[in-house]
């Protein structure tokens, strides 16, 4: 499994799942380090609730509910765009029902939409105690030429790391380490660019986070193109003791095998 909060227990799992929706959340209010994988690897995981993490992350989940409410008389909308925030992202939460990732960017544009209707009307709410309309209209366009600016900055740099797959992948392997996703992706890109040495560092990195049969696939495909056949072999072979019917592992051990010669007969 992809989420590291699938098998812990339910309290465990909660908590868990509470920080990364603070980690949601900082990343609603400051999008600055974007990942393009949260899978293994990718985030601590806690052992226990008595962490300031964990924390932080509850008080701020209880203070949005808590606006929420307060706001529902006076400023509506508010409350509409923090209900939209709170419902859908609970669908992935991991906190009702485990999924089966840890957590995803893509899974917050619903989320954002809320989050974007509750600031924008708690923007508007506080410009409102400002003294005179000439300087609330000044200051509400400078906020909103700073927003604009800094988010499309960040747009053409996020852009710049999607241009290929190594691109992308070192970008999120600058984030997490030890992300299982981001050495495979990376090492998928590299031996597409026959770049079979670097294919092979990063798939290693993969299997030492998680043994996937398929990663280890991969694995000794690359070290089959560098002609070092012997550990291909065995890469191959660790893909079969994990899943017996990987037609590709199959084929590699048969490959590397013919090109082993016989062992001349004993007079």
């Known amino acids: 499994a992809m989420n590291p909060l699938q098998p812990l227990r339910a309290p465990l799992r909660i908590v868990n799942a509470t920080v990364v929706a603070g980690r949601c959340l900082a990343l609603l209010l400051v999008p600055w380090h974007l990942s393009a994988d949260y899978s293994i690897g990718t985030l601590p995981i806690l052992t226990t609730a008595w962490d300031a993490r964990f924390g932080i992350s509850l008080l701020a989940a209880v203070g949005l509910s808590a606006l929420a409410v307060l706001a529902r008389k006076h400023q509506p909308?508010?409350?509409?765009?923090?209900?939209?925030?709170?419902?859908?992202?609970?669908?992935?939460?991991?906190?009702?029902?485990?999924?089966?990732?840890?957590?995803?960017?893509?899974?917050?544009?619903?989320?954002?939409a809320g989050f974007c209707i509750a600031v924008v009307h708690l923007g508007a709410a506080g410009l409102e105690r400002v003294a005179g309309a000439k300087r609330r209209r000044a200051?509400?366009?400078?906020?909103?030429?700073?927003?604009?600016?800094?988010?499309?900055?960040?747009?053409?740099?996020?852009?710049?790391?999607?241009?290929?797959?190594?691109?992308?992948?070192?970008?999120?392997?600058?984030?997490?380490?030890?992300?299982?996703?981001?050495?495979?992706?990376?090492?998928?890109?590299?031996?597409?660019?026959?770049?079979?040495?670097?294919?092979?560092?990063?798939?290693?990195?993969?299997?030492?986070?998680?043994?996937?049969?398929?990663?280890?696939?991969?694995?000794?495909?690359?070290?089959?193109?560098?002609?070092?056949?012997?550990?291909?072999?065995q890469s191959y072979r660790r893909a079969l003791a994990l899943r017996p019917d990987l037609a590709d592992a199959q084929r590699g051990v048969t490959r590397i095998l013919a090109r082993i010669p016989a062992p001349a007969p004993t007079p």
């Open 77 to 112: 909308v508010i409350t509409l765009g923090l209900a939209l925030l709170l419902a859908t992202y609970s669908v992935t939460a991991n906190i009702f029902v485990p999924v089966y990732q840890m957590m995803a960017e893509r899974w917050l544009y619903l989320p954002a």
């Open 139 to 233: 200051l509400g366009c400078a906020l909103s030429a700073l927003v604009l600016v800094s988010a499309s900055m960040r747009t053409v740099l996020r852009n710049a790391q999607w241009h290929d797959p190594i691109t992308l992948w070192t970008g999120a392997l600058h984030i997490a380490p030890g992300s299982f996703k981001a050495h495979e992706g990376l090492g998928i890109g590299y031996a597409q660019a026959s770049r079979f040495a670097e294919a092979a560092t990063e798939f290693e990195g993969a299997v030492q986070v998680y043994p996937d049969p398929l990663t280890f696939t991969q694995l000794g495909a690359a070290y089959e193109q560098l002609q070092r056949f012997d550990v291909a072999l």
